[in-house]
């Protein structure tokens, strides 16, 4: 393909602040700008042979989901901390920290997996906006971006202490210090991202990065409506898009010149996500740049109060 997704055409922003049924004054809904967009989350992706790049995005992709895996099986600490604190003998001590180290070990790993992901995303911006590069199949890169994206926002926030010198788990103090650093944030992964795709584009390539990010926007929230299994998958995609989109562009995804209809990404997480739709829009909230400025409209403030 010769660009992120296929897309046929495309519309145009700007205008004043009203609100017509899920757009914007003078936006043009995601599915008319790109009508020939579509991201296909459940077939294998090809050309992995043929390119080191999308060996490396596969790879990071499935060793987040092993992570992911991890921590919904780990079975928690609390009880053995809480008898370590209320009766701290040796032993008490030592079970804590037993239950601890699969963390320890969990934490590490998923920092590491940062690391690496963010040093590739340079060339996986350059192999998403060159569409002359035959070397990299453009929809195999923009469904592995997409399922990066989507580990980005199961994100891990736990704090660690108390960490044994001679256990094989145990963390380097440099390395702990830029963990307690990238930890801090309330979404490590998504930061990490942001402020590497921040260093990366620039004003020669800004402009068609956003409009792959709105085309994979399009492709995300066309496929995700007839999607039977995979619409939390595709909520996520839209939550980082819009967050990269609201960083990267010098007005911000909330207001009427954007390329990516806020309020229709808030109509497809109500819709879709129904048991936990409010998380979803406060990570927007808390990952975007722009959403408290005054630029930005009363009806998409609203659109993302409670219920």
């Known amino acids: 393909m010769g660009s992120l997704l296929s897309a046929l055409k495309s519309g145009s922003g ?20 790109f009508p020939g967009a579509a991201l296909n989350l459940e ?16 790879d990071f992709v499935k060793r987040g989901r092993s992570l992911l895996a991890q921590l919904q099986n780990y079975k ?18 030592q079970a804590a920290y037993t239950s601890l180290s699969p963390m320890i070990s969990l934490l590490r790993d998923s920092y590491v997996l940062s690391s690496e992901i963010e040093s ?10 060159k569409a002359d590069n035959s070397s990299v199949d453009h929809s195999s ?27 094989p788990n145990h963390i380097s ?11 801090a944030y309330h979404n490590p992964m998504i930061k990490t991202i942001i402020d590497k795709v921040l260093r990366t584009v620039d004003s020669s390539n800004k402009s068609k990065f956003l409009k792959q990010l709105s085309m994979l926007s399009s492709g995300a929230y066309t496929s995700g409506a007839v999607s039977a299994s ?17 960083w990267i562009s010098d007005t911000g995804v909330f207001i009427s010149k954007s390329q990516i209809p806020i309020l229709e990404v808030v109509s497809f997480i109500r819709k879709n996500v129904t048991e936990a739709h409010e998380a979803y829009l406060v990570s927007i909230q808390l990952g975007c740049k722009h959403f408290n400025d005054k630029e930005t409209p009363n009806p998409v403030k609203k659109a993302f109060s409670s219920d």
């Open 141 to 167: 890169a923009a469904i592995l971006f997409a399922q990066i994206m989507d580990y980005t926002f199961q994100r891990i926030i736990h704090r660690i202490k108390n960490i044994n010198e001679n256990d």
């Open 230 to 246: 995979n619409k939390y998958l595709y909520a996520r995609i839209l939550m980082t898009c819009a967050i990269l989109y609201d």
């Open 14 to 33: 700007g205008g004043s602040s009203k609100v017509k049924g899920c757009l914007l004054s003078g936006q043009t809904s995601l599915t008319d700008q």
């Open 76 to 93: 928690g600490s609390s009880e053995a901390i809480r008898k370590a604190i209320t009766s701290p003998t040796p032993e008490n001590e």
């Open 120 to 129: 590739q995303i340079p060339n996986i911006i350059d192999a998403l906006l």
């Open 43 to 58: 077939d294998p992706v090809s050309g992995l042979e043929d390119s080191a790049l999308l060996r490396d995005m596969d």
């Open 173 to 183: 103090s440099e390395t702990t210090n830029q963990m307690s650093l990238f930890y």
